[in-house]
């Protein structure tokens, strides 16, 4: 049976052997087969989105934006171990996010008490220069308060944008070229480099989801 990344299906214990591998992905996954309750969807986004960003940025307090599970900042302080420490942020936390938590603590000690959870909109966070920004399916707007709120403070950025309204994103009169979805993240790219931002567009394998396009930023060199 074909095993598709893009399932919303829960990992379970019956899909261990999917993971067998000694990689870090394989790792992870196991540890998430045993807890049950994360949709398989979530692992291969959470780690298409860190392995990009770690790429780019290293160290930094990890600040993942409507996190949920919590997973995407696990792995990045997975991916480099010179963070010291993440917090995720959402409104309205899963119930099932301690168990992710408890699994991934289970099979790596390390990651104890390194990574809070916050019950909050991205309006309230209080964010540092030196802090790495992610999220992944930020849902229309909540892309461009991020954004801002990364500028404002001169964090750097890693955002896996979604559900693009033209009622409430910035289209920058591109919708005549291109189609909506596609100008909003233009004029985001746009906007990020005249705030002095250094910018890559990057994909995500679109067998995961269509909503693949990933914006990497960070502020330029003084």
């Not at 996010?97 to 790596?108: F, G, M, S, T, Y």
């Given at each position: 049976?074909?095993?598709?990344?893009?399932?919303?299906?829960?990992?379970?214990?019956?899909?261990?052997?999917?993971?067998?591998?000694?990689?870090?992905f394989d790792?992870?996954?196991r540890?998430?087969?045993?807890?049950?309750?994360?949709?398989?969807?979530?692992?291969y986004?959470?780690?298409?989105?860190a392995?990009?960003?770690?790429?780019?940025?290293r160290?930094?307090?990890?600040?993942?934006?409507?996190?949920?599970?919590g997973?995407?900042?696990?792995?990045?302080?997975?991916?480099?171990?010179?963070?010291?420490?993440?917090?995720v942020?959402?409104?309205s936390?899963?119930?099932?996010?301690?168990?992710?938590?408890?699994?991934l603590?289970?099979?790596?000690?390390?990651?104890?008490?390194?990574?809070?959870?916050?019950?909050?909109?991205?309006?309230a966070?209080?964010?540092d220069?030196?802090?790495?920004?992610?999220?992944c399916?930020?849902?229309?707007?909540?892309?461009?308060?991020i954004i801002?709120?990364?500028?404002g403070?001169q964090?750097?950025?890693?955002?896996?944008?979604?559900?693009?309204?033209?009622?409430?994103?910035?289209?920058?009169?591109?919708?005549?070229?291109?189609?909506?979805?596609?100008a909003?993240?233009?004029t985001?790219?746009?906007?990020?480099?005249?705030?002095?931002?250094?910018?890559?567009?990057?994909?995500?394998?679109?067998?995961?989801?269509?909503?693949?396009?990933?914006?990497?930023?960070?502020?330029?060199?003084?």
């Amino acid at each position: 049976m074909h095993f598709s990344p893009s399932s919303r299906a829960r990992l379970t214990r019956h899909d261990l052997g999917r993971f067998a591998g000694a990689s870090l992905f394989d790792r992870i996954g196991r540890a998430l087969c045993e807890a049950e309750c994360l949709p398989r969807k979530e692992l291969y986004e959470a780690w298409e989105v860190a392995r990009r960003a770690r790429r780019l940025f290293r160290g930094g307090r990890i600040v993942d934006v409507a996190g949920g599970h919590g997973l995407l900042a696990h792995i990045m302080l997975l991916l480099d171990d010179t963070s010291p420490a993440a917090i995720v942020v959402d409104p309205s936390l899963p119930a099932s996010a301690a168990r992710v938590q408890l699994a991934l603590v289970h099979a790596w000690p390390k990651l104890d008490g390194r990574v809070t959870y916050v019950r909050s909109g991205v309006d309230a966070l209080q964010l540092d220069r030196d802090d790495v920004v992610v999220s992944c399916h930020a849902c229309g707007a909540l892309t461009d308060r991020i954004i801002n709120a990364s500028v404002g403070a001169q964090a750097k950025l890693a955002v896996l944008p979604c559900c693009h309204e033209e009622a409430t994103c910035d289209t920058g009169d591109l919708t005549g070229w291109m189609d909506t979805a596609l100008a909003i993240d233009a004029t985001r790219v746009l906007r990020l480099r005249a705030q002095g931002y250094q910018v890559r567009t990057q994909t995500i394998p679109d067998d995961i989801t269509p909503k693949n396009r990933l914006i990497l930023a960070s502020p330029g060199t003084p």
